[in-house]
């Protein structure tokens, strides 16, 4: 999402790191650069402004230390603006300190993911927090909307508010209330209507069902892919109703992310969540100072970890690592090391959480970032008997035709596949020759085929 703001910010920070100190003049050019770039990322004006203003004022008279560069001095400056203009450090949890069953109101525009999130917000208390959670749809005016909830309900396996016909929505928010009283939920989740946009009806709607409800979270969900748009819906919602925090959508799509930028300093309200993908557990955390990182092309291990502690079996994770370190590794083990990433999610998500990959993934491109190459992989390894999983050396031609007309590939991407095994098996036979010591002695090209260095930024090259 933010890959266009960190490709123009690195480039800023290169041209910065040639120089051996730190001007005013050097500061200002920075600093236009800085400007030009939040605006083409659709960040509001005023925010741009207070934040060039601060990073101005802190970088003029810096002292660059002798151990680092002009471009790393006026990055460090930029990552804490960042970290404080997204809302400082640290993620702002739900509010769940308040007597049960504690009424979560969800406000927004028609088409922002609202009733989709309000399920994945369910999945997450119910999951995570060990909550008992009660939906219900306060939506009498769209087609099937309350249909859609409770759908979506089954599907994350919490409890819907049965609906009656003719109830209004205030009158459905104090049923909700008084079941999940009576019936000793811990959450209740007011899914209320949407418009396509902003209109007087709709705020006294909702501000009738606050003032019945009483929620202790007010949540405004907007979708990251209308820009400035999302800001303006925010403000409006923040004045009328008032708003305890936001949830986006969309954060994994290619929006120029001046919305998230901008939500913090325009409304006063934190960004609490974000929606990462379609999947009802595609819901995260908002972490300023891990989307700075990001923005700036360091990474966020810290995220990583926590998805891969979340989605990885660590049992099959240990036997594989002890089959590699021994020098045995089998199709079946490529295989099953294919579902273990297929479970983080897309390659090209992962990569923006690495440090330095930012470059990498220009220079790759999207299709080389497509699962689809290792959905691929999977259907060519299914399409081979349990012989030749074990012992690829016997595939020959025949049985390279056979394989490819039952995995729907052509014979050249069996080849492929092959080759990319063998290259994998040839490291783990390396690696377990050497040994640590013999592998820190020679270093990591020891471990590559011939022909294959390892370049300044990681990865292989020929």
């Not at 308040?98 to 028609?110: D, E, F, H, K, S």
């Not at 995260?284 to 989307?291: A, K, M, S, W």
């Amino acid at each position: 999402m933010f890959d266009r703001l960190s490709g123009k910010l690195s480039g800023v920070f290169d041209g910065l790191s040639k120089r051996g100190a730190l001007s005013e003049e050097d500061v200002n050019e920075a600093m236009r650069e800085i400007r030009l770039a939040m605006l083409d990322a659709d960040v509001a004006l005023p925010v741009v402004k207070d934040f060039v203003n601060r990073v101005q004022e802190k970088s003029v008279g810096q002292e660059v230390l002798h151990n680092i560069s002009p471009g790393q001095a006026i990055a460090k400056i930029v990552n804490d603006a960042l970290i404080e203009a997204l809302g400082g450090a640290g993620a702002v949890p739900l509010n769940l300190n308040a007597v049960p069953p504690i009424p979560y109101l969800m406000v927004g525009l028609q088409g922002s993911g609202k009733t989709t999130t309000s399920a994945k917000i369910a999945y997450y208390l119910n999951r995570r927090e060990r909550k008992k959670v009660l939906l219900a749809s306060l939506d009498t005016y769209r087609p099937a909307a309350q249909l859609q909830l409770e759908q979506l309900a089954n599907q994350v396996k919490v409890t819907s508010l049965p609906v009656i016909e003719g109830q209004m929505p205030v009158q459905i928010a104090k049923r909700a209330m008084e079941v999940a009283r009576l019936e000793g939920y811990d959450v209740v989740i007011l899914d209320t209507a949407g418009r396509l946009s902003i209109d007087e009806a709709l705020m006294e709607e909702v501000q009738n069902i606050r003032d019945v409800a009483k929620p202790a979270e007010t949540l405004l969900v907007v979708d990251a892919m209308t820009g400035q748009d999302a800001v303006h819906t925010a403000k409006s919602f923040n004045e009328k109703v008032g708003i305890t925090g936001v949830v986006m959508t969309r954060m994994d799509g290619d929006a120029r992310g001046g919305a998230a930028l901008s939500m913090r300093a325009i409304t006063g309200a934190p960004i609490k969540l974000v929606g990462m993908g379609e999947k009802v557990d595609a819901l995260q955390e908002f972490y300023p100072e891990r989307v700075a990182s990001r923005i700036l092309g360091l990474g966020d291990i810290a995220g990583l970890v926590e998805k891969a502690s979340e989605t990885i079996d660590q049992e099959e994770s240990e036997r594989l690592a002890k089959k590699m370190l021994k020098g045995k590794f089998d199709l079946n083990d490529y295989a099953a090391q294919i579902g273990q990433i297929n479970k983080m999610g897309s390659i090209s998500n992962i990569m923006d959480m690495m440090p330095g990959m930012g470059k990498m993934k220009e220079k790759l491109g999207d299709k080389e970032l497509d699962t689809s190459i290792l959905k691929r992989h999977q259907a060519i390894i299914s399409s081979m008997t349990k012989a030749e999983r074990k012992q690829p050396a016997i595939i020959k031609a025949s049985r390279k035709k056979r394989i490819a007309a039952g995995s729907g590939v052509t014979v050249q991407e069996v080849n492929r596949l092959l080759k990319q095994y063998d290259q994998m098996a040839s490291m783990m036979k390396r690696f377990n020759k050497l040994g640590v010591k013999g592998l820190m002695r020679q270093g990591l090209s020891a471990l590559l085929p011939k022909g294959m260095t390892p370049p300044p930024g990681g990865g292989m090259m020929r």
